[in-house]
């Protein structure tokens, strides 16, 4: 792969006639299982073409693609033609043909045979991951190897050639005796075109698809989201994704433009009395079957659940990669105290408030008891200066840190007129998307400081009380206007506020800043141009990620010493400790061992935990300020 | 008798010949028409002796027969009557005479051939001779005369076992009960027989198998026998048309979400809520031509919904002469009903399903969306697959399939068509779950299936010594301890025995246990609510700061589509049969407090609004939270004054707890145990401790359905010595300190307990707890501050009986001071104040100064209006 040479994988399908009449079979397992063989060699999956960097008309059909992507609804399962009979016209011959990984059926379909096996798969809407930050996308498309099947949009015409062309690699074996087994051919082949002719090409920027977008609405979560979306096509053990999930998906692409002629042609062709009329509104077909070019089909093959979408990371999972695990866990104490001082220097100087964020990146909801999620750490960032528009800066700061971040700026414009929560609208049979329909571990940065005095009306205080309960349960009640359906969540909410903010949180830091007033404006211009490299930025991310993924225990013994502190602070002041104060000493506790690289509580993190909670505690009360917010 | 049409070989046009869609020549039997249009032909047309002849396929002999089929084939199936029944000139009052309705809904264009059990050489074309002399349905194992006998037989002497008085009420429980149901259709006139699938099965396993497997070969069959059983019977009776059968309740329930490929064309029964319903689509059913050159007309049936235009008048023959005349074709009324999914039904993190639901001709409009309905009982034949043809030219390739669908057509030019089908469902028989909502009780709507295994670890649950425990400590394991209040909530879940009391003017007895939690902020209140709204299956969750009285109750809105006034129910009626959580109790508005009087004591919830005046059941256990108005728990105060809540309202709930850190240092090292192993034991661990929350959940759903404990003698006895004890302890110091709403609490509680032990009575055990559960929520909330006595008059009358005797002689003060000032009829609220305070020893507060007036206000002695004190003549 690496002679500058573009390699394919192209995959012919066939079988013999025997085969995929009978479901039991097991030819469908067979081909899975080869493709991820194949895709676990050695940087295989490399070479497979993204959806999300290569333009859509640089992608051959038929051929392995692969997307990066969240779960943004699900469609009602359909039947489709598992196998089927064609007819020759002109000879009267019949050939068993396979529908999977297919739409559109070769010509002359024999309706009457009874070789034709129903079959029935499951539709994804996916959309790229929301709030994807653009140094994760930069990162995706350099590290592929090249672009493999992606091919130069010379021919035009390509599709009428393409099955021409499938055709042809399977008229030999229709000829041959029909086989017992089953018989799969995959060719690999060499593409011939050279890379840096596709490199060229790939410039040319498409001019006809963005103007067809437009009348489009692709359902992305976060406003001004671009990618392609995809309609995937899952065929086995689709119980098992969820809504939300974020995946990689390795699949055979369709684009075959006989979906979109489908659409077009409806209103000419049909009659009133055609009973597939009424089924659909015209809504429903534009949002179930759009243009492919568009939304292009997605034949999975398998699908990588995502744990996270660092691409820094290797993409086994840490357990699987102990020579990365140890090297970054080396480091992890160096890198800390580096992003502790760079994060200090963003916070105006205030070193508690950025060991507390470096905490709050990390964070995750690792497990939930009954109602209640473990391990969430929402932060409310009070004491922000409103000059200089420090939040959108502090932002951006953030944004080059973590993977997929989106910034909620609290105005009452927005939060009157944003739909936060996913609705379905029964017309066109989807799920709306919302901006808390978020993969996990994206940072939720909520802007209080642009929020006014004036009027909330109802959808605003749907979208205060969606926001209140994403931070408190870390769900969301999806809107099926009949009902709501409740969504876990897992999402970093960061509240940035002048005063105490009226949302409520995890905990609250009162920013010290140790600029003074007039010297605010240039420092933070400062932030701004403070460069950091790229590797010392790259440090960073990986250590935010890998800090999250870490398993955590805790012994008997600090068991032990913990209840007795508790019960020990409470003999001296029962006032002064809650349980629920316990409750956030143990999440910072865990949070500030896994910021160290250790796996288990040790004495000394939990009386650091101890102390940071006391100092924020005892600056808390020093700002107490009554703003009808206090619980 | 034979069939004069049938070509050999041409079993069931499968082969791709042209299915020839018949004319129907005006000779046709009266049976395939409704009544209405059958007198309006008779009036317009003479009646033409000319035979009727199959038009387009042309090697067909004359039908000269009198008993020609009106059907596309000679074999056609399902065929109400056999061919001998539609002799002419028969009476109306017969099976013959009554015209049989089509059924859409089993697909009247699925032509699959049928045996003609009279016919002898040319019935063996059609069917394959299976086990001798036995005529089957081409495709199936159904042999028509059998599964006739059978179904008779059964109607004959089906007698339920398992019936109830009030399931059939006014039925001989004795008698064979659909033959009295036949006796009512022939008083009512309401030609629709509803069988019960399962009453079916229990008397014949193998028909039951066959009306699943073919429903459309069966229904048919079954319909025909129904009639003939009918109108034997009953020689003289008139109906619309032919009696329909709908079966229901099949066993094989699916979850939409469970449909595959194998459902398809079975009869299967899927619960669902509906999302959408369309507008009222005719479907024409039979087109009508006329001649345009000799006004000859003819008729054909339109057949996958396709008319076959006869091409040749066959009176003057004429080509392309025939016209469509609209009105005079017959059309029937079809809807299309989108459902979805129940929520219930769902595996958490995924998106609910949705199945589109064809109703035919009277189930038109018999569900709405958006009344939150669940249909249950949809009876469907299949997910049916539709096809279009590739070549839109070539109609006649059109098979007579068992799938009459195939795969979207792409286009056109290119001849490939996408794969996807497109499944619909065909109802046979609704039945909505909570139509009785608005009527009355109706337990088993909701009934959970559960699995004789289920059942079986549920009752060994039970029978455990400790159960009561047990679930009460799996309730919400992350919140510790607060026993008393996890078993007053466990005991709510539950609930009481449902009583009706109507007849004896006393209206419904409430069942539901009310329960309010009041303490400090922070001590998991609102998480304690989030558990049990996330455990019941009807729970509603909603705080008190947010919602609006409009929210909790219901609001008339109008459909912006229909203009139609729609009654959207809220959490309170929502939560009917469920439980209602309501946190931040404290927070709600006065107005919106108010309508929970209502709900909380009658169960009931009255609207009258824009013209809309109705009374809707909201059967409702109320779970509130109330913060103290001042930010923490004052200890010197009373329950009353610390969270300021009516005393009205708190008198509704059956246990007030108050969750209050209790500060000593064993509880402490218990709480940071748990709470250390809380975050950090694994879920395996976690799992061994408790029990399953689908277990729990599964136990109450079981005992509140099937168990409905009474009370035994004992128990009775030991209640009146509670209520007794209750009573005496007031009555010492001059005061009642218990009233008959505690003896019904008492009663719930004690009823509750006897469920969670699954026991069919109410014993002394049961008892016990209720009154020591209540009598430690009463210590909790009830304790007066100042005497340190439980004083139940706290949460009665909102005050305690010191407090109350100070007001009595405040008030006594005042009312002495105004007649004082002897005849000045209106007063300043100021002065007044000033002026008592002067008077007064001990220090009058504006509080205790206002209640004063107010109860003064209450003798009718004077009125307060702003400032002003008026005093009443």
């Known amino acids: 792969s690496t002679t500058g040479e573009s390699w394919s994988l192209t995959l012919t399908i066939i079988y013999s006639k025997t085969d995929f009449s009978n479901p039991k079979s097991g030819w469908e397992a067979k081909v899975v299982e080869f493709f991820k063989d194949r895709l676990k060699e050695k940087d295989a999956h490399t070479w497979v073409p993204s959806l999300n960097d290569v333009p859509l008309h640089y992608l051959k059909p038929n051929s392995l693609v692969k997307f990066r992507c969240l779960i943004q609804d699900m469609f009602d399962p359909e039947f489709f033609m598992g196998a089927y009979e064609t007819v020759d016209p002109s000879t009267n011959a019949k050939v068993l043909r396979c529908g999977r990984y297919k739409d559109v059926t070769e010509c002359g379909v024999d309706f009457n045979s009874r070789n034709t096996v129903t079959a029935e798969r499951q539709t994804f809407y996916c959309v790229p991951i929301p709030g994807e930050n653009p140094w994760v996308k930069e990162i995706s498309s350099s590290s592929r190897v090249v672009p493999s099947t992606s091919y130069a949009p010379t021919r035009q015409k390509r599709s009428y050639e393409e099955d021409d062309m499938d055709d042809m690699d399977t008229q030999p074996q229709k000829q041959r005796e029909p086989h017992s087994g089953w018989e799969l051919v995959y060719i690999y082949f060499l593409q011939t075109h050279g890379n840096g002719d596709c490199k060229r090409q790939e410039t040319e920027a498409p001019s006809s698809q963005t103007a067809s977008a437009s009348h489009l609405d692709l359902n992305f979560p976060l406003p001004g989201e671009k990618g392609p979306s995809c309609l995937v096509k899952v065929y086995e053990d689709w119980d098992s994704f969820k809504l939300n999930d974020t995946l990689e998906v390795f699949g055979i692409l369709s684009v075959s433009p006989a979906l979109s002629a489908l659409a077009d042609e409806k209103d000419a062709s049909s009659s009133i009395l055609d009973p597939t009329e009424s089924m659909e509104t015209a809504e429903e077909q534009r949002v179930h079957s759009p243009p492919a070019s568009l939304v292009p089909r997605l034949h999975m093959l398998y699908a990588r659940p995502l744990p996270h979408n660092n691409p820094l990371l290797p993409s086994a999972t840490l357990e699987d990669n102990s020579a990365f695990l140890s090297s970054t866990l080396s480091e992890m104490a160096s890198v800390r105290a580096e992003l502790l001082t760079y994060l200090t220097h963003v916070l105006l100087g205030d070193a508690l408030a950025a060991e507390y964020l470096i905490l709050h990146l990390i964070s995750n909801v690792y497990a939930r008891r009954d109602v209640l999620p473990l391990g969430k750490f929402a932060m409310n960032l009070s004491g922000c200066p409103a000059a200089a528009l420090y939040t959108q800066r502090f932002y951006q700061i953030i944004q080059q840190l973590v993977p997929s971040s989106f910034y909620l700026g609290m105005s009452l414009q927005n939060m009157n007129q944003m739909r936060l929560v996913p609705k379905k609208d029964y017309v066109a049979n989807r799920l709306v998307s919302g901006a808390l329909q978020l993969a996990r571990n994206t940072f939720l940065f909520l802007d209080e400081t642009h929020l006014e005095q004036g009027q909330l009306d109802t959808t605003g205080v749907r979208n205060v009380t969606a926001l209140g309960n994403l931070i408190s349960w870390q769900k969301v009640d999806y809107d099926f206007n009949y009902h709501q359906m409740e969504f876990p969540c897992n999402i970093n909410v960061l509240i940035a506020s002048e005063g105490r903010s009226l949302l409520p949180s995890d905990c609250q830091i009162h920013l010290q800043s140790q600029v003074s007033p007039p010297n605010m404006e240039e420092y933070l211009s400062n932030i701004q141009l403070h460069p950091q490299t790229s590797s010392q930025l790259n440090k960073f991310r990986i250590y935010l990620s890998v800090a999250r993924q870490l398993d955590y225990s805790i012994s008997d013994e600090m068991t032990k010493s913990v209840e007795d502190d508790f019960v020990d602070m409470r003999k001296d002041d029962p006032q002064s400790v809650s349980a629920e104060d316990l409750h956030r000493m143990l999440v910072v506790a865990r949070l500030l061992s896994l910021s160290l690289g250790q796996t288990s509580l040790t004495r000394d993190s939990w009386l650091r935990a101890k102390h940071i909670d006391m100092l924020r505690r005892s600056r808390m009360e020093q700002h107490q300020c009554v703003n009808g917010n206090e619980p | ?873």
Request: with cysteine.
């Open chain 2, 1 to 873: 008798m034979s069939s004069p049409t049938s070509t050999p070989g041409r079993k069931r046009g499968r082969d791709g010949n042209p299915a020839t869609p018949s004319s129907e020549g005006p000779t046709s039997p009266p049976s395939q028409r409704r009544r209405g249009q059958d007198s309006s032909n008779g009036d317009l047309m003479p009646m033409p002796t000319s035979p009727a002849t199959d038009m387009l396929s042309p090697a067909a002999p004359q039908d000269t027969s009198l008993f020609s089929s009106p059907r596309p084939h000679p074999l056609s199936p399902l065929m109400y009557g056999t061919p001998s029944s539609r002799v002419e000139g028969t009476p109306r009052s017969s099976v013959r005479g009554t015209p049989a309705r089509q059924r859409p809904d089993l697909g009247s264009v699925r032509k699959a051939p049928q045996v003609d059990l009279h016919s002898d050489a040319d019935g063996a074309v059609a069917s394959e001779p299976n086990a001798g002399q036995r005529l089957v349905i081409w495709g199936t194992d159904v042999n028509v005369g059998t599964c006739k006998e059978k179904f008779q037989r059964f109607l004959q002497r089906f007698i339920d076992p398992t019936a109830t008085e009030d399931e059939n009420a006014g039925l001989d429980l004795n008698e064979p009960l659909y033959m009295q149901k036949l006796e009512e259709i022939s008083v009512v006139g309401d030609p629709v027989l509803n069988v019960n699938c399962l009453q079916v099965q229990s008397f014949d396993a193998e028909l039951y198998r066959q009306l699943i497997c073919y429903p459309q070969e069966v229904i048919p069959t079954f319909d025909m026998a129904v009639n003939e059983l009918f109108f034997e019977r009953f020689p003289d009776s008139i109906l619309e048309y032919q009696i329909q059968v709908r079966p229901y309740n099949a066993l094989k329930t699916r979850n939409m979400r469970s449909l595959n490929p194998e459902d398809i064309d079975q009869l299967i029964t899927i619960s669902g809520m509906v999302i959408r319903t369309s507008q009222l689509i005719p479907e024409m059913q039979e087109a009508f031509f006329q001649c345009q050159v000799c006004a000859y007309s003819t008729r054909v049936e339109v057949d996958r919904g396709r008319i076959a235009e006869p091409a040749v008048c066959r009176h003057c023959n004429n080509t392309h002469s025939l016209a469509l005349v609209h009105n005079r074709s017959a059309f029937s009324d079809k809807q299309m009903i989108k459902i979805q999914e129940s929520p219930e039904d769902m595996p958490a993190g995924q998106t609910p399903h949705t199945t589109i639901v064809y109703a035919h001709n009277d189930l038109v409009d018999k569900v709405q969306p958006g009344d939150r309905i669940n249909i249950t009982e949809l009876l469907l034949i299949s997910p049916r697959l539709h096809f279009t043809v590739q070549h839109p030219n070539s109609l006649s390739h059109v098979p007579a399939g068992i799938y009459r669908a195939v795969p979207m057509r792409v286009s056109p030019i290119q001849s490939n068509v996408k794969s996807v089908y497109k499944t619909h469902i065909d109802a046979i028989h609704f039945r909505k779950t909570d139509e009785k909502r608005l009527h009355g009780l109706d337990e088993d709507a909701e009934q959970k299936l559960f699995t004789e295994d289920r059942v079986q670890t549920l009752k060994e649950l039970a029978a455990k010594p400790d159960v009561y425990e047990r679930l009460s400590s799996a309730l919400a394991p992350s919140i510790y301890e607060h026993e008393d209040i996890k078993k007053g909530i466990l005991l709510q879940l539950f609930g009481g025995t449902r009583k009706d009391f109507s007849q004896t003017g006393r209206g419904n007895f409430r069942a539901e246990v009310n329960i309010l939690l009041c303490g400090d902020p922070g001590t998991s209140k609102s998480q304690l609510l989030q558990y049990v709204f996330n455990l019941v299956p009807r729970g509603q969750y909603t705080s008190g700061k947010g919602s609006s009285a409009v929210g909790l109750t219901a609001y008339v809105m109008k459909d912006p589509e229909t203009r139609q006034l729609v009654l959207q129910t809220g959490a309170l009626v929502l939560s009917d049969n469920g439980i209602c959580c309501i946190d931040e109790f404290d927070k709600m508005s006065d107005s919106t407090r108010s309508v929970l009087h209502e709900v909380m004591e009658q169960q009931t919830l009255s609207i009258a609004k824009a013209g809309i005046i109705c009374q809707l059941n909201a059967r409702t256990a109320v779970l509130a939270a109330a913060n103290p108005v001042e930010s923490q728990w004052n200890p010197k105060k009373t329950t009353i004054e610390n969270i300021q809540l009516p005393h009205t309202l708190l008198s509704r709930f059956d246990l007030i707890f108050l969750m209050l850190d209790p500060q000593d240092e064993a509880y402490d090292r218990r709480l940071a145990h748990h709470l250390v192993s809380l975050y950090y034991q694994s879920e395996e661990q976690i799992e061994e401790e408790f029990l399953d929350m689908a277990v729990l959940r599964d136990y109450i759903a079981y005992a509140r359905t099937y168990i409905n404990p009474r009370l035994s003698e004992e128990a009775s006895q030991a209640l009146i010595e509670a209520y007794v004890d209750m009573r005496k302890i007031g009555s010492g110091r001059g005061m009642v300190s218990a009233y008959p709403r505690q003896l019904e609490s008492l009663i719930r509680l004690a009823e509750a307990h006897a469920k969670v032990r699954f026991s069919e009575k109410v014993e002394t055990i049961d008892v016990e707890e209720a009154k020591r559960l209540h009598r430690e929520a009463l210590k909790q909330s009830a304790t007066d501050p100042r005497t340190g006595f439980v004083d139940i008059s706290i949460l009665t009358t909102g005050m305690s009986a010191t407090a109350r005797k100070r007001k009595e002689e405040v008030a006594q003060a005042l009312k002495k001071l105004i007649q004082a000032k002897g005849k000045t009829p209106a007063m300043k609220y100021q002065q007044l104040l000033d002026d008592l305070r002067g008077q007064s020893e001990t220090a009058i507060t504006k509080e205790l100064f206002d209640e004063a007036l107010r109860s003064l206000a209450d003798e009718d002695y004077l009125t307060v209006t702003g400032k002003t004190v008026r005093l009443l003549a």
